[in-house]
């Protein structure tokens, strides 16, 4: 199994930066990409950018292209969601996921809530 813990959100102003972080464990030699994704109130959940851990390869929502950023070091099992010029409609909870060679290696962390106050 793996674990995934994110941290980093928190209120921050319309057209300001936070960075999230989600850092895994367990079974990590699993892993085959990472991913950030958010839920807003009554809304499903969608991805918002993803990043395939051994070739770095991004993927981004074209809701934050230009805007987020997502990387990883993986020295330390972590993936950074880097987030600027942040709008108010970016408020949500972010999960990060992880997933492997077949959806039984699919992993959720609790998630992450970011407030952007406008």
């Known amino acids: 199994q793996v674990q995934l813990v994110e941290s980093g959100g928190c209120l921050v102003q319309a057209g300001g930066s936070l960075r999230l972080t989600c850092v895994a464990s367990?079974?990590?030699?699993?892993?085959?990409?990472m991913g950030w994704y958010r839920q807003a109130p009554g809304k499903q959940r969608e991805e918002v950018a993803v990043?395939?851990?051994?070739?770095?390869?991004?993927n981004y929502a074209d809701s934050v292209k230009g805007r987020f950023t997502i990387s990883r070091d993986n020295a330390k099992n972590t993936v950074y969601l880097q987030m600027n010029s942040l709008k108010p409609e970016d408020q949500a909870d972010y999960y990060c996921?992880?997933?492997?060679?077949?959806?039984?290696?699919?992993?959720w962390g609790q998630g992450t809530q970011v407030t952007v106050s406008s």
């Open positions: 367990g079974d990590i030699s699993t892993i085959k990409a």
């Open positions: 996921n992880s997933g492997g060679p077949g959806p039984e290696y699919e992993y």
């Open positions: 990043i395939i851990t051994s070739s770095g390869k991004t």
